[in-house]
């Protein structure tokens, strides 16, 4: 792998980490609002949360290991 690939794997990964936070902080936003009672517990948004999160994680495991 030439070292300019490896510098756009090095900054993607970087963005993927980003995107990550910025996904807990949507989680947090979420739950915050259900617990005051702001919107009732809707599971699809929890199967988003969760489908987006494991696209992430998955994707920066495959970054990482190649």
């Known amino acids: 792998m030439s070292g300019a690939a490896r510098q756009r794997d090095k900054e993607f990964i970087?963005?993927?980490?980003?995107?990550?936070?910025?996904l807990s902080e949507v989680e947090t936003q979420y739950l915050l609002a259900i617990r005051?009672?702001?919107i009732s517990n809707i599971s699809k948004i929890?199967?988003?949360?969760?489908?987006?999160g494991s696209v992430l994680v998955g994707k920066k495991n495959d970054l990482l290991n190649t």
């Open 36 to 38: 005051l009672k702001y």
């Open 14 to 22: 970087q963005s993927v980490s980003i995107a990550t936070g910025f």
């Open 46 to 52: 929890e199967c988003l949360i969760n489908s987006v």
